[in-house]
């Protein structure tokens, strides 16, 4: 009897669960973030740590980084917290601009985006190009992508270096996907790409059809519960009525080497395809595992190190 | 000049949006949510307004009905609030228990489920089986199915008198999706399929790999931001560590002719073929319409009716 036992449980074994995939990853599995690329966003409220992806918007994140280093962020506000959609914060506008609803650029709620929004170089921050290049995608050649393994409602997809990334064969080329806590520059209409200084993080189901039609930058990697949770606006598009509404942002700046230190687990890594494969048929409380998972529903694991 | 504008402006026609196609949908177009389906739940902060689906899950339906008669979720509360995942709320339990974290039924938010759970019929409630019967699908028979008309990841899918739907050919049967704002019935490991007791609704991405593994009865028609902007719980599984940190309820009933009424989009209508169409196909804002959507992506219109 002790041997059926043994040999039945050999049979049946109990597969891991992606949580114990990710605690028992090695070392060699996780990619660091560098500080460099991780922009912190502080709050009364707590900080939001995005980290910025260069290789897919490097116009973009140079003209965060500028307005960053100008300051610009500082004693700006979240403006903007539409359910289901995006949390959205901007730069302290320049003379004569305020960060009250309806003058903010938008990110596409409905059919039309409203017009205005923060001009660039109004402030008192530096010198960069009023229309920055669209860069909604970028050539596949060069990234690494390891597949989703199911199919894509929307392109084939899967992960490039920890970034959940969608691709099209007939254009080569590839982007950032809008997936939960996907970071993303907001605009007006075309041609106007944004200049930076109007940021957005997703907050309910990914929003794909975003996807190669604004700037995607990077995602949250930490923090975004308390951005998440905060009340919605009861303007157009989720826009604050009043600047009393607004949670003010303390500073931005960049990570040093005195800040927490994040890790991501790798796309290319064995652990990562196990988790993959255990996010797509999970077990333990599952009956019927789905046997397949959209790219928005994997998350990607972060960590925090311990120094 | 003139002809030749007139012409390209009929050539190029500005397709309507989303929110134009709600805005023109005919009264036929609209089913009325029936009072008796309407499912209120007050708190303090704000109601929450669901519209349950009887012909989905019946028994847990019923037992819902039974406790809700017996004022079994007044004075109980909101226990748990998961980014990116669910909040929770909970009957008051019977005596010796508490409300506190950890001691609930839980939805599988790792590989296993925390043990425990609110017993059935240890309170002043009325007798209801122990174990419901699992409702996780129906027959697709006698369901009217309108397609996405995009391929769905994990099953095809689409809209049923306004639920969004997915099926599954060999079995012959169909399911309600977990997509945001659907309400289900927490439940610990199998074959305990919850007693209707501990409820939650989805506040990010759509989890699909829950359905078929848990009862939906139904989702939240009004009143969604006021919860799922709730701070997240600290403890396991975003449980809140302490009752204090809990939202309590003030009352659950059912809505009377006094109560708002709701009307969802049919999706038999020609209305609502439309605005399928038009979610899959932005215009506007949009410079590359995605041509597909996400079944959660889709967001069936629902509007309360002035009196």
Redesign the interface.
Known sequence: MILLAALLAAAVPVL?????IVAAAPLSAWRAVAPENLMLVETPRGTMAIELAPDFAPAHIAAIRALVAAGRFDAGAFTR?Q??YVVQWAARPGPGKTLTSGGAA?V?A????TPGGVAVGTGPGPAHPAILP?E?ERPVKGLQITPLG?????APSGFADGWPVARDSKTGTAWLAH???SVGVGRD??PDTGDGSELYAVI??????L???ITVVGRVIDG??DF?????GTGPMGFYRTPAEQTVITRVRFATAADPRYEVLASASPAFAAYLQA??N?????????G???L??V?VPVRRVAK
């Open positions: 891991p669960s992606p949580a114990d917290v359910d289901n938008a596409a409905g059919s039309t985006a669209a909604y199911s199919t894509d409602t929307y997936c939960y806590a209409n075309p309910g189901h990914g929003p794909r059809h996807d190669r039609n975004i519960a998440s949770a905060l009340a919605r996010r797509a999970r077990t333990g409380f599952f009956v019927r595992p789905a397949a998972t959209d928005c529903n998350q």
